[in-house]
């Protein structure tokens, strides 16, 4: 069974910098892509950063030039580095993971077509 854990959020001023993290254990195969999605209560899930099995990496445009995404060697753990947090990036952050896809296309940006979620971590950004 696969599962998927976060952590990392937290509360931070605007202008400041956290690192979120995701372990992911239980898979047969490496998962066709992996990234962060954020949810604030009454909207839909977004896309944040998303990474392909070979690596490519994809940014949705409100993110670009401030986070980071990463991933270990072993392809189990995934990090998102932010920085320059602004109060609109409050929100629960989710990891998920998608099992299969064509390496023709870049990773999906859209919540449902991922398989696997983790429970989310809290990210706030206040003065």
């Known amino acids: 069974q696969l599962q998927i854990v976060e952590s990392g959020g937290g509360s931070v001023q605007p202008g400041g910098s956290l690192r979120l993290s995701c372990v992911v254990s239980g898979y047969r195969t490496t998962p066709y892509c992996m990234g962060w999605f954020r949810q604030v209560p009454g909207e839909e899930r977004e896309g944040v950063a998303f990474?392909?099995?070979?690596?490519?990496?994809r940014y949705t445009e409100f993110v670009k030039g401030r986070f980071t995404l990463s991933q270990d060697s072993g392809k189990t753990s995934l990090y998102l580095e932010m920085n320059n947090l602004k109060p609109e990036d409050t929100a629960m952050y989710y990891c998920?993971?998608?099992?299969?896809?064509?390496?023709?296309?870049?990773?999906?940006?859209?919540?449902?077509?991922?398989?696997?979620w983790g429970q989310g971590t809290q990210v706030t950004v206040s003065s």
């Open positions: 998920a993971t998608r099992q299969l896809g064509s390496m023709a296309f870049q990773c999906p940006i859209q919540s449902d077509e991922y398989n696997y």
């Open positions: 990474i392909r099995r070979d690596g490519r990496i």
